[in-house]
């Protein structure tokens, strides 16, 4: 934010919240024309200004080009294209039958547009992060606010220059900043906030939305686990680990394999292919590896460190462990039968370390889950059905994949979102459209149809009926 820009306060706040309350007030938003022009124009502006986006998301976190490619601007592509494809279909209203109460009559569920939204997002997938939501809001016919994270600020900065280059600018707007920004934006009356973080700041939104009444979608972490069983391709399930884990953003990614647990008699094995799949991936010097992303800034270098280093933890470091502050490395590691109340197995670890936990039969994982906060995500291999069924039916978790890690959120015909402790409410495809519209209850009669006992006077003959 250039020094000579006015400070984004609270009355600067408070009138672009007005501006676009105009915008949307005049209708414009809510036409097919205009959300699919939009959705054309952020489209357009993914294939013009790729070789941007991926410099700016290398800027931010050194992120592999492949991965910035793969997982930022492909998705978010798509993500884009079939809301494009599936609009008038989605904005339809949808029949639904009418009942025996209300006969003779039609119903239909009509989606309407919430009105002025606020979409704040996070550092780690700043691009896709900030555009999938800003995909369902348009969608959706809304007027909108993205608030992108400082902590990503090559990928801000380009936001904050391109899109209004785009997107219609008196309906989308970016407001760049950090916590006095946000606040400032938290402080006025929105018809929906979409968060992205971690559950501190999301428990501040939720407080502030509530003063409005303001619903809210939130997405957060947690610590997801990865239960590995003895039935199962040795080789298949380490790497789709590990590509989970390390090939995605180096570990801070939501989603990413937070613990692993598995029987003590079959850990050896697991822990011997890693160690050979990791170098294979990573080298004998993970460090200077160009296919791993850096640890974002300092202070979430000393968090990381810090979790390393406590008593509790210390000396069970079964691999990797090397890091370089400078550069802000830290290479893959994985510690081995670390205690429950360490710090590492509290808090969320979101970067490469992968600690190991061991039980005696599969089943009892299924137990150490569910008596922790709810995961983000969940993950099981196993040949066995029936272990696979009582995972499914047993732990709770916003979303799962079974014999693989990650690849739910590609598919966009899943809800991805939290539950409990992870977070409130879900998007992708469809359910982006959902989370910022309104299913509105329409029920039509004609004056026909009459039905006396409706009327008083009262009578017990009228109550028969
Ligand atoms: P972050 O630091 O970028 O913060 C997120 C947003 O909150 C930013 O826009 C920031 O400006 C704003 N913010 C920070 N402090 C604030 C305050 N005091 N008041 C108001 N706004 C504030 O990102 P983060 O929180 O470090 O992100 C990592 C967390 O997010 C992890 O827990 C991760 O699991 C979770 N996450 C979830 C998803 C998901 O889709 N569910 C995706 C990515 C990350």
Redesign the pocket.
């Known amino acids: 934010m250039g020094e000579n820009l006015p400070v984004f306060d609270g009355e600067r706040a408070a009138e672009l919240v007005a501006e676009l309350r105009t915008a949307f007030g005049s209708r414009r938003t809510r036409s097919y024309e205009w959300r699919a022009a939009q959705l054309k124009a952020l489209a357009r502006m993914i294939n013009e200004k790729e070789a941007e986006i991926m410099a700016a998301l290398y800027s931010d976190l050194a992120k592999p080009q492949l991965e910035s490619f793969l997982h930022e601007v492909s998705l978010t592509r798509s993500a884009c294209l079939l809301a494009l494809k599936e609009l008038k279909r989605w904005m339809k209203p949808e029949k639904v039958s009418s009942s025996l109460t209300t006969f003779p009559s039609s119903a239909e569920i009509v989606s309407e547009p919430l009105g002025v939204v606020l979409i704040?997002?996070?550092?780690?997938?700043p691009f896709i992060?900030s555009l999938d939501p800003l995909i369902g809001a348009i969608a959706a016919g809304n007027a909108v606010v993205l608030?992108?994270?400082?902590?990503a600020p090559a990928t801000s900065s380009f936001f904050a220059r391109t899109l209004p280059e785009y997107l219609d600018s008196s309906a989308i707007r970016v407001v760049e900043?950090?916590?006095a920004e946000?606040?400032a934006l938290?402080e006025q009356k929105w018809d929906k906030i979409f968060?992205?973080?971690?559950?501190k700041?999301g428990r501040?939104?939720m407080a502030a939305a509530a003063k409005h009444l303001t619903p809210v979608v939130l997405?957060?972490?947690?610590k997801s686990p990865v239960v590995v069983d003895s039935n199962i391709n040795l080789e298949v399930t380490v790497k789709r680990i590990a590509v989970g884990k390390w090939g995605c953003n180096n570990g801070q990614?939501?989603i990413a394999p937070d613990y692993i647990i598995t029987t003590k008699a079959f850990a050896p094995k697991l822990v011997d292919a890693f160690k050979g799949i990791l170098e294979k991936f990573y080298g004998e010097d993970p460090l200077e590896s160009k296919d791993l992303s850096c640890i974002v800034n300092s202070n979430h270098f000393a968090r990381l460190t810090n979790l390393l280093d406590e008593d509790k933890v210390y000396g069970k470091i079964i691999y990797g462990g090397q890091r370089d502050e400078k550069r802000l490395k830290i290479a893959p590691t994985l510690l081995f039968d670390v205690p429950q109340d360490s710090l590492i197995m509290k808090e969320?670890i979101?970067g490469p370390l992968l600690p190991i936990i061991t039980v005696d039969k599969v089943e009892e994982s299924f137990d150490i889950i569910n008596s922790r906060t709810k995961p983000?995500a969940a993950y099981i291999f196993t040949k066995d059905k029936n272990l696979e069924e009582k995972f499914v039916n047993t732990v709770s978790a916003g979303g799962m994949l079974i014999n693989d890690t990650v690849l739910h959120l590609a598919n966009p015909n899943l809800p991805?979102?939290?539950v409990g402790d992870?977070?409130i409410g879900a998007y992708h495809g469809k359910f982006s459209f959902e989370a910022f519209s309104h299913k509105k209850g329409v029920l039509h009669r004609s004056f026909g149809g009459e039905a006396p006992a409706r009327y008083p006077p009262y009578t017990p003959q009228k109550q028969r009926f």
Do not use: D, H, M, R
């Not at 608030?147 to 902590?151: G, Q």
């Not at 968060?195 to 559950?199: A, E, H, I």
């Not at 997405?219 to 947690?222: D, F, I, M, Q, S």
């Open positions: 704040i997002s996070a550092w780690n997938y992060l608030k992108p994270s400082e902590i900043g950090a916590v946000t606040t938290l968060y992205t973080g971690n559950g700041v501040i939104v997405e957060l972490g947690g990614a939501c969320e979101f983000l991805f979102g939290g992870s977070g």
